[in-house]
């Protein structure tokens, strides 16, 4: 089992930065494969949403709300997957969630953390 584990959330002023981090971890130091990664975020009352994802190899897809502003980068030596924020407003307060596609056979099988929240005062 794939446990992945989020951080760098806060509270920020408008047109502030964060930096998230997400670590990717398995059972009794196992070797395993992640395939695309990605982060979510989600507010009260809405369904959860891709702010970006980047595949193994490098090839992202942003939100147009977060083109220009955010950058998603990933090491795959740490399973580790980062989420640069810059110029942050008020409608990117949210809870991110940390999303991995482990491979298993045929399958991919998605993994979440366990959220971070961002809280943008302006």
């Known amino acids: 089992q794939v446990q992945l584990v989020e951080s760098g959330g806060g509270l920020v002023q408008a047109g502030g930065s964060l930096r998230l981090s997400c670590a990717a971890s398995?059972?009794?130091?196992?070797?395993?494969?992640?395939?695309?990664m990605g982060w979510y975020r989600q507010t009260p009352g809405k369904e959860r949403e891709l702010v970006v994802d980047?595949?193994?190899?490098?090839?992202?897809n942003y939100a147009d709300s977060v083109k220009g502003r955010f950058t998603i980068s990933r090491d795959n030596a740490k399973n580790t997957v980062y989420l640069q924020m810059n110029s942050l407003n008020a409608e990117d307060t949210a809870v991110y969630y940390c999303?991995?596609?482990?491979?298993?056979?045929?399958?991919?099988?998605?993994?979440w953390g366990q959220g971070t929240q961002v809280t943008v005062s302006s």
């Open positions: 999303a991995a596609d482990i491979p298993r056979g045929l399958r991919e099988i998605r993994s």
């Open positions: 398995g059972a009794s130091g196992s070797i395993f494969r992640i395939n695309a």
């Open positions: 980047i595949t193994r190899g490098g090839s992202t």
